[in-house]
């Protein structure tokens, strides 16, 4: 069983940066593929990037894709997403997520955090 418990959420103007930690505990945090997702208020939770155990390979939702980066830190159990230029679309809900397989659907991945608030004025 994998625990996962993200932080570094809050409010941001619109152009301003954040980075979100996902910090696991009770597995091997390098065997997983790691994800995030976010849910914003009244839609339903979509995929925002996956990183492959190594770390050397990434793949990011066109909506965000040159504005966020993930990245791992395998020795500390942490999984990172930064994100630069951000808009009030970005407002939502991020969670991360482990799995055992390079996805983008929910439906694989098998251990969830508890979210974190990410709320960007314009």
């Known amino acids: 069983q994998v625990q996962l418990v993200e932080s570094g959420g809050g409010l941001v103007q619109a152009g301003g940066s954040l980075r979100l930690s996902c910090a696991a505990s009770?597995?091997?945090?390098?065997?997983?593929?790691m994800g995030w997702f976010r849910q914003a208020p009244g839609k339903e939770r979509e995929f925002v990037a996956r990183?492959?155990?190594?770390?050397?390979?990434?793949y990011y939702a066109d909506s965000v894709k040159s504005r966020f980066t993930i990245s791992r830190d395998n020795a500390k159990n942490t999984v990172y997403l930064q994100m630069n230029s951000l808009e009030p679309e970005d407002t939502a809900v991020y969670y991360c997520?482990?799995?055992?397989?390079?996805?983008?659907?929910?439906?694989?991945?098998?251990?969830w955090g508890q979210g974190t608030q990410v709320t960007v004025s314009s």
């Open positions: 997520a482990a799995g055992r397989k390079v996805s983008t659907r929910q439906n694989d991945y098998l251990y």
């Open positions: 990183i492959s155990w190594s770390g050397g390979s990434t």
């Open positions: 009770g597995g091997t945090f390098s065997s997983y593929r």
